[in-house]
């Protein structure tokens, strides 16, 4: 559930409570219908909390049972009207969440300016629809970092057992920046017993910065392994088409350190936008530095950062192509990195096997990061069957309008699923995207 979701279920209740402060308005049957709604909200948020129902089906029900509940209902124009809302809602409710795989082909098709996909079996590119423009990567960057860690634990200069303290790993912790990742990942741990004297090891830094996809995990890693490291080593694996890596959590305080006082939101977009990539590269490392040795308190910060202005960051994050992520995965997916690298990168990636013990059943290898922001969705992934077939899967998408952004999410996994697991399929969104 999202901030917006957060906001809304909050808004009902506070909306709902606040004519109870007047004493007229504190009648029996009042208290009795608030009890009631607040009790529905918790029911809502219990839904997707606990038992994953998706949101907005959580919250038709809701409002569904508060019209339900409520005694004026039951009269006969009444129940018409209801009847009327229900049937238009469950028909929304249908076109919104079924699943329907077409919508991601008609959106790459109606979208090429803006998407990207690649898609190989066996090592053949099966289908490379503007898979050479470079598109911000947002946290499916990620995986490169991790191939970097893999080549220094590989060339002994790291230790996966070395032990890091929270204190030091917390401190580039932005809070409300990646989605919960972050807190999830120390709940994981804490629930596992992997957190011992307040220390983790940097393995489980590695695998929390893929599984849970932690900012704060990042940019730590981004500043132990070396900026310079992270680009030389992708001139070295050959990914031509990719722009050089910078700390992306630490770069969500950039406009605090160049906003002035008096500076008006639309004055600090354009002081952004005036900023070269190499200023605004060079500007994350110092901040992030300065993170590092204790200099900004990051915990003292507070996100509030406006779409526009998150804009800006989303365009200026670490761009590539979709067939260099290809080319990438490959390199995992066909065992080609140094033996220990390998074995190393693998356990990092391949956490939906790990997640979910239903894929040994069909596959022996899945490694996944996506990467999101208000505006991109993204997904890399490399796949082997139990027949021994091999994908990779890169699927880039930038400037989402919210709607576009919710079916793209909703529908992605049915349109991931049909691809490997039907060749007809793959026949059809490349038949589809050729033309």
């Not at 990051?298 to 996100?303: D, G, I, P, Q, Y």
């Not at 796949?383 to 899967?393: A, H, I, P, S, T």
């Amino acid at each position: 559930m999202n901030i917006y979701g957060w906001i809304g279920l909050g808004g009902i209740i506070f909306f709902t409570l606040i004519p109870l402060l007047d004493k007229k308005h504190r009648t029996r049957e009042e208290v009795q219908k608030a009890i009631v709604t607040v009790a529905i909200i918790v029911g809502i948020i219990i839904a997707v909390l606990v038992f994953n129902i998706n949101f907005l089906i959580a919250f038709l029900l809701g409002i569904l049972a508060m019209i339900l509940t409520e005694r004026k209902t039951y009269t006969k124009k009444r129940l018409t009207i209801c009847g009327v809302i229900i049937l238009i809602t469950g028909i929304a409710a249908y076109a919104l969440l079924r699943d329907n795989p077409n919508y991601i082909i008609q959106h790459l098709k109606e979208n090429p300016e803006s998407s990207s996909f690649y898609f190989a079996e066996n090592g053949e590119p099966l289908i490379t629809y503007q898979s050479t423009v470079i598109r911000p990567l947002a946290s499916t960057v990620k995986i490169l970092i991790a191939v970097e860690y893999a080549m220094q634990v590989d060339e002994d200069k790291l230790q996966k057992d070395r032990k890091i303290s929270l204190n030091e790993l917390n401190r580039y912790y932005f809070k409300n920046t990646d989605g919960g990742g972050h807190e999830a990942w120390l709940e994981a741990l804490k629930q596992d017993g992997g957190i011992q004297n307040n220390e983790v090891t940097l393995h489980e830094v590695a695998k929390g910065m893929i599984t849970y996809s932690s900012n704060a995990n990042t940019d730590y890693l981004i500043n132990l392994l070396g900026v310079d490291a992270i680009n030389q080593r992708k001139k070295e694996l050959g990914l031509t088409q990719h722009e050089d890596v910078y700390p992306i959590g630490s770069a969500l305080l950039i406009p605090d350190f160049i906003q002035k006082d008096g500076m008006s939101e639309k004055e600090l977009i354009k002081a952004l936008q005036n900023l070269s990539m190499e200023e605004y590269r060079k500007l994350a490392q110092s901040i992030s530095l300065q993170i590092k040795a204790g200099e900004i308190n990051v915990s003292e910060e507070k996100f509030d950062a406006s779409p526009a202005v998150q804009r800006v960051w989303s365009d200026r994050l670490v761009g590539a192509s979709a067939s260099d992520y290809g080319k990438l995965l490959a390199l995992i997916s066909n065992d080609e990195l140094p033996p220990i690298a390998a074995e190393t990168i693998r356990d990092v990636m391949e956490w939906p096997m790990q997640l979910n013990e239903e894929n040994y059943k069909k596959y022996t290898h899945i490694g996944s990061k996506g990467g999101s922001t208000l505006f991109v969705l993204n997904n890399a992934m490399y796949v082997e069957n139990l027949k021994g077939d091999q994908y990779e899967m890169v699927i880039l998408l930038n400037d989402l309008k919210f709607h576009e952004r919710f079916l793209l999410s909703n529908n992605r996994n049915s349109f991931e699923r049909m691809l490997l697991n039907d060749a007809d399929f793959r026949d059809e969104v490349r038949e589809a995207l050729l033309n």
